[in-house]
Structure formats: C-alpha cells, structure tokens
C-alpha cells in the first residue's frame, strides 16, 4: 500500500496551523464565489491566480484545492435557493431541490446536498488516491505519439461531446488554439501573429485570456442583461434531515458518486451527464415516484453527489496526464506553470510531495465543508442578497488588479478588455468557454509533441502513427466526429419521425436536450 | 432560452431545431469574425520564412497553417448551420434576464471605465484609478449611493495595494501617490 503511506505523508505536510487555515480559507472563500451569483469557481481561481506570485506552491494549491471543492458546494445552494442555476452541472439539481425548497423542505435539500456532497468528494478522493497512481504508471510509458493522440481526444471531446452544439465547440476551440499561437515560436524564434508588437512577443499569458474570458466577460454579459428585478430567494434555517430523509438518501448518494467519478476521470467526460443519468435513476428506482416533479429528495441526493463525484474525477486526467478536463482544472493547471512545474505523467515522480499534499488537501477541505456548512447555511443564504452594483464591479476590479499584476503593463489590460468582449460574444452566440480555454493551454504543447513526434522519423507521416494507446484515441475520435451521421442513418431505421432534424449543429446526446425530450415524453404519463 | 422557467425542464423551448429558417442572423457575424481570423493566422503563417531543419522537420508554419484553413473551414460550417436555423443558446445565469435586449449603455460605460482604469494606472497609480473603476462600474450597473461605492472603492484599493506589496511582494503601480502610500 504504497499510496496510503504517501498519501499519509501528505497529510503530515497539509495538518500545519498555517495549511490548515489556508484550507479553511479556501473552502470558505469558494463556498462564498460558489453561493455568490455570476461567479463560479473557475472564475474564482484565476481571479486569485495572482497570489501563485506571493504564496509558496503548496499553499496555493491547498488554497486552490479548497476553492474547488467549496465552490461545487455553493452552486448547489444558490440552485436550490434560487432555481437559476449558474452551472450547467447544477442543472439538474435545480430541478427537484427548487421544487423543495419550495414546498418548505429547502432544510433538508440543503443537508441531503451538503451530505452527499461528503459522501460522494470522500470516497472519489480515495479514488483518486488509488486509479491515478495506475495511470500515471501506464502514461508513463507512452511517447509523443501517443500523448498527441490523448491530446486530440481532450480537444474534440470538449468541442464535440461537452455543449449543445458541435460546430460551436470547435470554433471556441479554434479561437483558443490560435490565441495559443501567439508569441514566439518555442524552437526557431519565429514571431507569430504578434503583429511587430512587442507586448505580444512573450506570448499571451493564459492568465490574461482566462481572466478576460470568465470574469470580463461575464461581467459585461450579465450587465447587458441585468435582471432590474432581484430573483427571490427562499428563506432557509440550519439544514437536517430527519430519519426517512436518511433512509431515502444514502442509496442515492452512492450511485450518484458511481456514475459521477468515472465521467470525470475520462478526458471526456464532464458533470452534466452523469448528474443526468443520475436523476434519471433515481426517477426509475424511487419508491416515491408522485413525489419527481415535486421535490423528491432523492433527485437532489442522487445529482449533487454525482456532481461532486465528478468533479473530484477531473483530478485524475489532470494529474497523472496533465489534461484538464474542467474550467477549474484548467485553471489549477495553470497555476502548476506558474511555478514552472511542468504538469504531465511525470508530475508524480518529480513532484510526489506536492501530488500526495493536494489530494490530502482535498480530504481535509472536504470535511470543513461538512463541519461550516451545516451550520452557515442561513448566512451563505444572505450572500444571494448582495447588491448586484457592487458586485460586478467588485469582478471588473480583481480582474483588472489579476491581469495587470502578471506582467505589469497597461497592455495586458486593453487585451484584457477585448478577450473580455470576445467572451461576451461567446455567451451571446451559445459558443461553450471551455475549449477556448482548453485550446491556449493545450495548443502550445500539442504543436510541441507534433514536432517531437516527427522530428523522431525526420517529417515522415509515420512517426504520428504510434502504439495501441493512440490506435484506441484515433478509433474514439472517429467515431465521435462521424456520430452525427451514424445517427441519422439509424434514426431513418429506426423510423422515429422527429429525430432527422437533428443537424450537425446539434448534437443529440446533450443531456438539457434529452432531458427536455424525456419530460415531453413521459411527463403526461406519470 | 428562457430564464423564467426551469432551464432544462420546459420542453418546448429547449431544443433548437433546425427549421430551414434563418433565426438571429447575427451569427453571420461571428461566422464572418472566425473566417477573418482565420485569413489573418494563414496570411501572418506565410509571412513567416519556411524553416525547417533535421530537427525541426515540421517548423513554426505548419501548425498556424492547420488551425488557419480549421478556422476557415467551421466558419463555413457554422454559416451553414445558421442558414439551416441553428441557433447558438445564449447563456443564462442567475443574474441573467435574457427577456429583455441587451443594454448596451451599461456595456459601452463599463467598457469606457475599464479603459480608463488602463489609462490611468501607471500616471495615477492603482489606488486611484482602483477606485474609480470600482465607483465608475457600480455606478454603470445603477449604483447610486455614490459616496459609499466610492468609499468601498478606496477601501478595496488600498486593501489590495497593501496586500499585494507586503502579502505578496508584488508592487502595483502608486503613482503621484508615490511616497504618501
């Protein structure tokens, strides 16, 4: 048992005073973004980017660690109480814990959720703690090729499988591998794309473009469609549950973090479809089936922990290969850079102090989320309250404080302003921010294994093909590309009249669509 | 979509169907900005000399050349998806009220304010323009208790100077405030 003793040396290093009320920061300030309205948790962490520059390595990413797991938290209860989800992954949380909270039971949604949220974060982190070290020994194997296979699957898998619409992901993704071009090239010293400007030269810091892209962005676009009128917020005690609720949730949890964990941990894979699949589980196996639709509890048990499950997956693929699969992850990978580690599958062997803290990190920030928020409900409720001015000023100031401080130049803040409108023009065109992001941070290193790979056979074609590993990445990309098409060829089998206008742009396996078609179909029966 | 009603439970609004009718046309727009962009990456990748070397088979023209005819080609693709119906979502949240039309007074406003934070910072130095960006932007979004969003301005940008040079060892510019701070 290897892992546990590591893993027991990395809670050595985490249980300091000075870690430990970084990681009770952290959890409370995501928590804080996480309940905050038009701030989520990726916003969060490359808001607070800056502090990798003050801050040693390990307490940033305790720090981050926290903020990741507390900011999972506070969706649900903005979700819950609000019934405007800020995260597509709280979606279907929204669903029966909004009907809950208002029939009166917000109490016990609440708990159900903070609960499960520990059930399903605690055991996917031992997860972790024993699929990433596999992993990390397989991946360690693997050459240029191959890693350039898994990186083209990252990529069509953010573009293709992750929104609603495939033609959409893929030009965010474009936009994002050519911001990634930007600079100067890393083996000839060639300028590209920086137009003789100097600035430019070194290269766009990521920093900039996420900074720009989540915060800028969804500033401007919320304060383009400011709701005048403030959403109500239903009133909440200190959350319990009484015996039945137990007895109707822990089923729920369990199958929620089995679904969720593996979604995460594929490079693929996301929270929305298995908090979906989740609630449509418990809609099938629920012995109060009247109940879905009105507030069930298990439909909030189930999804919440699926949620969270998933998003202590995403650990996995961003620790033993380096590949984000999450907004979040992207931006934790960043702050790898930052202090010039370089992620990947050699990650572990080089840096295994650092790994074995985080994950411990995560295990401790975990049980401050249970022990604060139990009781601090009432007051995260209070948060929903801010006044909107303020607050959104408040992400414009840390923005432009964000981005200024990475290089010190008035620069970076006009290109923070124009990646901030090119952001609101995603959201006003439904294109997704996840492969724009996805793109800058992995394009430069996707050219890089490109040109290792065929430097190995001297430009020939052959050096791209690799081993099995890159055989299966290829197969899955092509299956994924070709879907649409497969498809319809089997929809006009299967003679289902409604599903041949189902065109490229839309594909037909997102989980808000599929949901809606689900509800079309069985709502009237049950 | 609208954010009145549960975002994934209406069933009507949900899913956008292709229905041979152009809806938004001003997706032809960014359809039109990707294919732009993607003249520029090609046309900057051709300036650029053709070295390659034993090392370096592949060189810096190729890949901008791909991601240049990619751009080129779903900007094609996502023209024809906007000419068949195909609508992008826009995207909802909490503070969202997509009923209404965008207010682009509040937009250019916040725009004008960011900008001015960037002209200012090294002249002024950050604890000035801070604040005023913060008071310009609550006052953009309809803020008009003026005296105390300025005075939370000030507040948080002396906060963060003080926080990030002693916390952090990062100094952000102080401008004529130089030696008072």
């Given amino acids: 048992m290897d892992n546990v003793s590591a893993l027991l040396g990395g809670f050595a290093d985490v249980i300091t005073p000075m870690n430990l009320l970084i990681a009770l920061l952290g959890v409370i300030v995501g928590t804080a973004v996480g309940v905050l309205p038009g701030i989520g948790p990726a916003m969060t962490v490359a808001l607070l980017l800056p502090i990798t520059y003050g801050l040693p390595v390990e307490q940033s990413l305790i720090l981050f660690g926290g903020i990741f797991y507390g900011g999972m938290y506070g969706g649900s209860t903005t979700s819950i109480l609000l019934n405007t989800p800020g995260e597509s992954s709280s979606v279907v949380t929204a669903l029966e814990g909004n009907k809950m909270a208002k029939s009166g039971r917000a109490a016990q949604a609440l708990a159900t959720s903070a609960i499960g949220s520990f059930v399903a974060g605690t055991i996917a982190t031992a997860a972790i703690v024993f699929v990433m070290p596999q992993i990390v020994d397989f991946a360690i194997t693997l050459g240029s090729p191959e890693f350039l296979a898994i990186i083209l699957v990252a990529f069509v898998g953010t573009a293709a499988i992750l929104g609603s619409s495939r033609v959409r992901g893929f030009a965010a993704l474009l936009m994002g591998l050519a911001l990634g071009l930007v600079g100067t090239d890393f083996v000839t010293g060639q300028q590209r794309l920086t137009f003789g400007s100097p600035f430019l030269a070194d290269n766009i810091d990521v920093v900039v473009v996420a900074v720009g892209i989540f915060a800028v962005g969804e500033a401007l676009w919320v304060a383009a469609h400011l709701r005048r009128k403030a959403a109500t917020v239903i009133p909440v005690g200190r959350p319990w549950m009484s015996k039945e609720d137990w007895r109707r949730s822990w089923k729920p949890w369990l199958r929620g973090t089995a679904l969720g964990f593996p979604f995460g941990a594929i490079p693929a894979g996301g929270a929305e479809i298995p908090t979906f699949l989740s609630y449509l589980a418990e809609r099938k196996l629920t012995k109060h089936p009247e109940e879905f639709g009105k507030g069930a509890i298990e439909g909030v048990a189930g999804p919440e922990a699926a949620n969270n499950a998933s998003a202590a997956g995403t650990m996995v693929p961003l620790l033993a290969l380096g590949l984000p699969t999450n907004a979040t992850a992207a931006i934790i990978l960043l702050a790898f850079m930052s202090y010039g580690i370089e992620p990947g599958p050699l990650l572990l062997t080089k840096e295994p102090d650092l790994v074995w803290m985080l994950i411990a990190s995560l295990f401790i920030g975990n049980f401050f989320l249970l022990v604060l928020n139990l009781p601090l409900a009432p007051t995260w409720a209070k948060l929903l309250r801010i006044p909107r001015p303020y607050l959104y000023a408040g992400i414009l100031f840390f923005a432009s404080m964000g981005a200024y401080a990475v290089q010190g130049q008035p620069f970076d803040l006009y290109l923070l302003l124009l990646l901030g409108f090119l952001g609101f023009a995603m959201r006003r065109f439904g294109l997704p921010v996840l492969p724009l992001i996805v793109g800058t941070i992995l394009g430069p290193l996707f050219e890089r294994h490109l040109r290792r790979s065929l430097q190995t056979t001297g430009g020939d074609i052959s050096g791209l093909v690799g081993g099995p590993v890159a055989w299966v990445c290829y197969a899955f990309i092509a299956v994924v590309l070709l879907w649409p098409l497969v498809a319809r060829v089997l929809g006009r089998r299967g003679d289902r009249g409604d599903d041949h206008h189902d065109g490229d742009g839309h594909s037909p396996s997102t989980p808000g669509a599929t949901l809606a078609q689900y509800t079309a179909a069985e709502g009237p029966a049950s | ?181």
């Fill in chain 2, 1 to 181: 979509m609208s954010t009145e009603a549960t975002p994934a439970g209406a069933p009507s609004s949900t899913t956008p169907r292709a229905t041979g009718r152009v809806r938004d046309r001003a997706q032809f727009g960014m359809c039109a900005a990707l294919a732009l962009a993607g003249v520029v990456v090609i046309a900057d990748a051709s300036r650029i000399g053709h070295v390659t070397t034993s090392n370096d088979p592949v060189g810096p023209r190729a890949m901008p050349f791909v991601v240049g005819v990619l751009l080129i080609v779903v900007a094609v693709l996502y023209a024809l998806d906007v000419a068949r119906g195909g609508v992008g979502e826009a995207e909802a949240g909490e503070d969202v009220e997509l009923a209404q039309p965008s207010d682009w007074r509040t937009v250019g406003l916040l725009a004008a304010a960011f900008a001015l934070n960037a002209v200012l910072i090294e002249p002024l130095g950050w604890v000035i323009s801070g604040a005023l960006l913060f008071f310009l932007s609550a006052f953009a979004l309809g803020n008009r208790h003026h005296v105390r969003g300025l005075a939370i301005g000030i507040v948080m940008s002396l906060a963060t100077f003080y926080a990030f040079a002693i916390g952090l060892g990062v100094n952000l510019p102080a401008g004529i405030l130089q030696g008072i701070l």
